[in-house]
């Protein structure tokens, strides 16, 4: 049986290839239509409006492009001057955060001389109230007694025939202790 089935599977084999490889039938051909003209003249026209738009288009895209470059150098100009603001801003700031420093230092200082000429006047506050609390003892202890006085000048003058002249000057003093 495995040798009949042999050369019944062979035959098989060969017409399944040639199956595959036969060569297809020709196709026919059709009759070829008359070729239009490639370009007409609405064509041509229609092209010289697409273009002339596009140029357009072009010459707007143009403008506007102008108009965006100048506001950009217009907000650079800004930009610059807000830096060079800013600049000047910031050296007034310096200068005036110096100027306050030496505000500062100053206002230290009379702080300093202040709290100085106050200790300076409270001793000398001080001071002035001891010699006052030692007059009012004095004045106190010598309250009771009184001194009371008087003077008296008195000129003279003598006259004689014969005789110089004589002038004489008299003076009396008198004190009284109560």
Do not use: H
């Amino acid at each position: 049986m495995t040798f009949s089935s042999k050369w019944f599977v062979v035959p098989l084999l060969a017409t399944a290839l040639f199956a595959q490889t036969a060569t297809k039938p020709k196709a026919r051909k059709t009759p070829a239509k008359p070729a239009e003209p490639a370009v007409t003249a609405a064509d041509v026209q229609a092209l010289k409006d697409a273009l002339a738009a596009q140029q357009q288009q072009i010459q707007q895209l143009q403008q506007s492009l102008a108009q965006r470059d100048q506001a950009v150098q217009a907000a650079q100009q800004q930009a610059q001057q807000a830096q060079t603001t800013a600049a000047d801003a910031q050296q007034k700031a310096s200068a005036v955060e110096a100027s306050a420093g030496a505000a500062k230092e100053s206002y230290t200082k009379v702080d300093s001389d202040l709290t100085d000429v106050k200790t300076t006047i409270q001793n000398q506050l001080l001071t002035a109230q001891d010699e006052q609390k030692r007059v009012s003892a004095l004045e106190s202890a010598f309250g009771r007694f009184r001194l009371v006085g008087d003077v008296r000048i008195r000129g003279e003058s003598f006259f004689q025939k014969g005789v110089a002249d004589r002038n004489r000057a008299r003076v009396r003093v008198r004190f009284v202790f109560d």
